[in-house]
């Protein structure tokens, strides 16, 4: 392998990664707080279909990460709904949350005179130029040249970092996701805690999506997100719900996902169908490594997953 | 919020809950003073803790008003409670165990900048500490602290957020002599800088050294107000019990000739982390014998009682049994490594600590949990397939045997009371005919008539050659049962004791890891 | 004041828990209706069309029949797991390995076979393939606490890339190469076929149904079935019995894999005739929704995966008058989310604070 497809992988991991941080950050914060949305591929996608659909429409392009967002948001509200307010396992919950808005993006990609399949909108996330830094080997193109959303995600992890660590705001989701009942207690209002940092991380997942119609692809297909949702749930728990790690497992899962197109561009004698698998063998690779390491508990919540009820008995 | 030394501090007025349609609490009236330590007194589940958590905002009741300092108000949460100076420390600790002691204390305060520089927060948490005279690290984590300090931190939490009227769970209950002394102090202080206190406890003598009035409940409802020096310990005993409970049974002393059927020698468990729990542990238990294990909660008392039944592995040392002359099997045996199922088909029988989370299968009904120590084995099974009617044959048996109430059949067993799941267990455990009943706080949490029913089924195992190691926390508990003491503090053995030598203050020392007095 | 204040229930809403699937049912039509207005098509019609298209002839009662058999299945695959609280979403793959399996052994024997041997060693390969690869979950799980949900999630689409691999790959010798425009295994041969029942119904619909039988009784009345139960409800209570949890855990991974690679058994064997990876993707999710819909009990997977396959196959129909084929995938996730939402109503009730403390006691007495 040469150097240009080196920084091929390099560039691809930067792109292809920059989704999944956000859609990682998102879901770490709320598993932080002890509350797993696997509804986010999903989500992505309605998000996806609907920003797609008003950037066809109007043309306008922050309208259209608008409408992404606002979905996201609003799809992971009606989770936090079922999940922290009814108390619905979480599992179940998103499960049906995720059957209901993938089923939406197909059916909103399909309705119309002009379905929204196979329709250009016209619109995209572009780039920043700059010139003659691109230019520069080998760091020119792995650090200049990208869009807002690329350089966004770089930004968003350090925010997380600070967040959780050294926010007084981030103290309260640590204890809540690690003893409900005793942050209650402490006078820390636990449903609106988790409700809040849920539809965060909905709203994350919401951006993330649009990036696949808007700017990655930029059209709209079905499944378009390629399972990125489920990439950035084992990003999170490979990462051991820590966002530095997570954004070097995004950068890696990234480039893998391009990894499989690079290898047959340099020849590879494999079939594409199995190169394929390289993203997914790697996250099963990373969870188990990382369940089995020493450091397992340091950052785990440990009331994830767990509902809760102030006057359970 | 202006105070005057005297004047009301709390008023809950006609306070009504109740919980799987069961009342709690019945019309309760509750009036604490400025400056006043007052004691909320009542047998377990009499509904002292429930008014408590309506007062510290933790339940809402379903009838009735608050006001705190003349103000009415309504707490949804512990947040409003805690914005109107009203907290509390649970008996069992709401500290997040994963957080540094700084954080904890910090946690859910609403003066706190958004931005924190965890030194400066530090700091303060250490200024404060001192200013209460609390000896603290507040880069601690939680988790690594001692029960008598994680209570301290409680306090500190509290007052670091101005609470101004103290709810105190049972608070002496996880405490040395010497740490219940400090803390009758820390709280004498509360009450000379005008807080108020409340002092949640059901022992008399302990709430007579400390408090200045006294409210007594019994089933939910309140039956007394009164000023402490103005009754007589007999009349709060009267008030709070309110009917008379049978005298325990009678039982004889067993024959020193009678033979011992478990030895443990040098018997040394680990906790999860590593660390030692129990270190070379020597005890002998004779049939008909109880063998008292007393100590401070979390001196290896579980890690002992787990590795006596199987579920702990141990590090070395050995648990030998005899079995009784009358099983034809003359030679003691090495139990230890075996299999939890393996111990309960020898009969060691083990009434543990977690009554609703180990003890039972809480979904289940009573039948199911009543065939969980025999279902693999005739008739309840056979060749892999369960019997229903000798499942009903065993509930319907043990039921009338121990007198078990409530929970019809497809009920789940969490609806019984908690001396009825504890009769439930016990039923289990002792219709294996076991030679060895291993019982961890038998009697914790439990009313004083359920208290004396487990009390008299115990004994009344002795009758049959059992022996009995009883673990508690509970000294009158332990005084009265026990044949012989071992004392227990951080996992070894600070004392024994024939039952003719018990001394309070002894015992009381050893436990907190002195030495016994003149020894 | 009058406030509303949420009371746990003791147990269960008795009535509650038998209507809950048929409230839920009807929620979610109530809710489907929007997105089918926002297109300007009359909701009543459209379900209308639904029923007619899976009930209206012997020909579409036993084509629903059919298309429940595989989702049966896999419903039964998740009830067996999430009972256990184990999250075991790979019955989608664990399906795609059994029908790689199965029509693995039924190309294997080739034609001429007695068919009787042909049927059960086909069948045969298809559950042990199908637990197997729920094996290969199960010992991390059981062993490490390794989460089980995303390891049963990347592992279905492991299984998806492969059965692409095998039936798509230009070396694959398992490649249909006269079905180019409808990409499809080899066709496996008459020997190893189901025999049809009527219809497409095929003798698959037989063994469906006696395995959910089978499996009820299992958990209800086998030492299996008791120790599962108590493994279910506190794993405290079942160490304490000296319960062996590594085991039920594997155990029940074991059999709910056995049961989704049944599914791909019967679809390769039965309805398909081979390997279709587009027919052979979805089942397994829409298994968990099944599981909803019967409310986690073994016999609920019968009339839950009928009424799912009369909704899910009626995309086709739909599409002819101008609604898209996906208003089903829409209106299963309506489903779901409206079931979990009901749950809430069976432990616990909303009541007006002052009622609560009479209605109480009136139950207490």
């Known amino acids: ?313 | 919020m202006e105070r005057t030394h005297g004047s009301l501090a709390v008023e809950m007025t006609g306070i009504s809950k109740s919980f799987f349609g069961q009342q709690a609490l019945a019309d309760v009236d509750f009036r604490v003073r400025w400056g006043e330590v007052h004691a909320l007194l009542g047998e377990n589940g009499a509904g002292k803790s429930a008014l408590c958590s309506i007062l510290a905002g933790l339940y809402r009741a379903d009838h009735g008003s608050i006001r705190i300092d003349g103000e009415p108000v309504d707490f949804r949460s512990p947040h409003d409670a805690l914005n109107a100076h009203v907290g509390m420390v649970y008996q069992e600790f709401r500290l997040v165990n994963e957080l540094t002691v700084a954080e904890n204390v910090v946690l859910g305060d609403p003066r706190l900048p958004r931005r924190l520089k965890w030194s400066e927060v530090e700091d303060s948490v250490a200024q404060a500490a001192a200013a209460y005279d609390i000896d603290t690290d507040p880069r601690r984590l939680v988790g690594d602290l001692s029960v008598g300090e994680r209570q301290r931190i409680e306090i500190l939490k509290l007052l670091h957020r101005d609470v101004r009227v103290l709810i105190l769970d049972e608070p002496t209950s996880v405490l040395t002599p010497s740490e219940v002394r400090e803390l009758f102090q820390a709280m004498d202080a509360l009450r000379r800088s005008g807080r108020a206190v409340v002092l949640i406890s059901h022992k008399i003598n302990e709430l007579r050294a400390s408090a200045d009035r006294v409210t007594i409940m019994r089933q939910g409802k309140r039956v007394a107000v009164s000023k402490l020096d103005e009754v007589t310990n007999d009349d709060l005993a009267r008030l709070m019990v309110g009917r008379k409970i049978a005298a325990p049974r009678a039982r004889q002393s067993p024959s020193a000739s009678n033979r011992p059927v478990l030895a443990v020698r040098r018997l040394t468990v680990a906790k999860e982390d590593g660390r030692v729990a129990v270190d070379s542990f020597d005890a002998e238990v004779r049939a008909g014998e109880i063998l008292g294990i007393a100590g401070i909660a979390g001196n290896g008392q579980r890690e002992l009682v787990e590795a006596l039944a199987g579920l702990r592995p141990i590090r070395s040392g050995t648990i030998r049994l005899q079995r009784p002359a009358s099983s034809g099997e003359q030679d003691a045996f090495d139990v230890s490594g075996l299999s939890p199922r393996e111990l309960i088909q020898i009969g060691i029988a083990h009434v543990p600590e977690d009554r609703r989370a180990v003890g039972v299968a809480s979904g289940l009904d009573v039948g199911a949990n009543l065939c969980m120590k025999s279902y693999w084995k005739p008739p309840l099974s056979r060749r892999g397939v369960m019997s229903k009617p000798e499942v009903r044959a065993l509930e319907d048996g043990l039921r009338s045997e121990f007198d078990i109430r409530g929970g019809s059949r497809n009920m789940p067993v969490s609806i019984l009371s908690g001396g009825n799941i504890q009769k439930v267990i016990l039923a289990r455990e002792l219709s294996q005919a076991p030679v060895v009943v291993v019982a961890a706080y038998p009697t914790r949490g439990l009313d004083l008539g359920a208290v004396a029913n487990v009390r008299d089924i115990l004994i009344g195992q002795l009758e049959r050659g059992t022996a009995v190691v009883l673990v508690s926390e509970d000294l009158d508990e332990l005084f009265a049962m026990s044949d012989r003491l071992i004392v227990l503090h951080a996992g070894r053995i600070m004392g024994e004791f024939d039952q003719p030598d018990y001394d309070r203050e002894t015992v009381g020392a050893l436990m907190s890891g002195g030495a016994a007095a003149g020894a | 004041m009058r406030r509303l204040i949420l009371e746990q229930r003791a147990t269960p809403s008795r009535l509650f828990s038998i209507a809950l699937p048929g409230v839920s049912a009807l929620g979610a039509l109530l809710l489907g209706s929007v997105p089918l207005l926002l297109i300007g098509a009359n909701p009543i019609e459209v379900y209308r069309l639904m029923v007619t298209s899976a009930f209206g002839s012997t020909r579409d009662i036993t084509d629903t029949l059919t298309d429940a058999m595989p989702i049966m299945l896999t419903g039964l695959a998740a009830v067996v797991t999430f009972r256990m609280n184990i999250w075991n979403i790979g019955a989608e793959g664990q399906l795609q390995i059994g029908a790689v399996t199965s029509a693995g052994v039924a190309l294997w024997l080739g034609d001429g076979t007695n068919t009787a041997l042909a049927l059960v060693a086909m069948i045969v390969a298809g559950i042990l393939g199908g637990s197997l690869y729920a094996g290969l979950v199960a010992l991390p799980t059981a062993t490490w606490r390794v989460d089980e949900v995303v390891l049963t999630l990347m592992m279905n689409f492991l299984s998806l890339a492969f059965i692409n691999y095998l039936v798509l790959g230009s070396r694959s010798p398992w490649r249909d190469e006269f079905s180019v425009s409808f990409p499809r295994g080899q066709l496996i041969p008459d020997s190893s076929r189901l025999p049809e029942l009527s219809g497409r119904l095929n003798f698959g619909f037989v063994i469906t149904v006696a395995v959910v039988f089978i499996v009820a009784w299992l958990l209800k009345y086998t030492v299996w079935g008791y120790e599962y139960a108590v493994v279910a409800d506190s794993r405290g209570a079942a160490a304490f019995s000296g319960i062996n949890q590594w085991r039920m855990v594997v155990t029940s991974f074991l059999l709910s894999g056995g049961c989704a690679g049944l599914a791909g058994a019967v679809l390769v064997g039965g309805t398909l005739g081979a390997m279709e990876p587009r027919a052979l993707t979805g089942i397994g999710f829409t298994g968990i929704l099944v599981a909803a819909l019967g409310r986690m009990a073994p016999t609920g997977v019968i009339p839950a995966a009928i009424v799912l396959s009369a909704i899910v196959s009626s995309g086709p129909d739909l599409q002819l008058i101008g609604v898209p084929a996906p208003l089903t995938v829409v209106l299963e996730g309506l489903i779901l989310v409206v079931i979990a939402g009901g749950e809430f109503h069976l432990r616990y009730r909303l009541v007006r604070a002052g009622a609560a403390s009479h209605a109480g006691a009136g139950r207490a007495a």
Do not use: C
């Open chain 1, 1 to 313: 392998m040469n150097d240009a497809a080196l920084v091929n992988i390099i560039v691809a991991g930067i792109a292809f990664g920059a989704p999944l941080v956000y859609v990682a950050m998102g879901e770490l914060v709320s598993q932080r707080t002890g509350v797993m949305n696997l509804s986010l591929d999903g989500i992505m996608l309605f998000s996806a279909v609907s920003g797609y659909g008003v950037a066809a429409q109007t043309g306008s392009l922050w309208l259209a990460l608008a409408t992404s967002i606002l979905i996201g948001a609003s799809m992971s509200a009606l989770f936090a709904f079922l999940s922290i307010t009814l108390r619905v396992s979480q599992i179940l919950a998103a499960l049906g949350m995720l059957v209901f808005t993938s089923g939406m993006s197909q059916y909103l990609g399909r309705i119309g005179d002009e379905p929204l399949i196979g329709r250009l909108s016209g619109v995209s996330i572009e780039p920043y130029t700059t010139g003659a830094l691109t230019d520069i080997p080998l760091l020119g193109p792995i650090l200049f040249g990208h869009d807002f959303v690329i350089y966004g995600s770089w930004i968003l992890v350090a925010v997380t970092h600070f967040y959780i660590n050294h926010t007084e705001p981030g103290l309260r989701v640590r204890a809540v996701g690690n003893d409900p009942a005793s942050a209650e207690a402490a006078g820390v209002r636990v449903a609106r805690v988790r409700a809040v940092h849920v539809i965060i991380g909905g709203a994350l997942a919401g951006f993330g999506g649009a990036y696949y119609s808007l700017g990655l692809v930029p059209i709209w297909q079905e499944r378009i997100t390629s399972n990125a949702g489920w990439l950035a749930i084992a990003i999170v728990l490979a990462a051991r719900w820590r966002p530095i790690a997570a954004f070097a497992a995004a950068f890696i899962f990234g480039a893998s996902i391009r990894l499989g197109f690079t290898l047959q561009v340099v020849g590879a004698n494999v079939a594409p169908e199995l190169l394929s698998m390289i993203p997914y063998i790697l996250a099963i690779g990373a969870v188990l490594f990382t369940a089995l390491s020493p450091s397992r508990g340091l950052t785990e919540p440990k009331a994830l997953g767990i509902p809760f009820f102030r006057e359970e008995r």
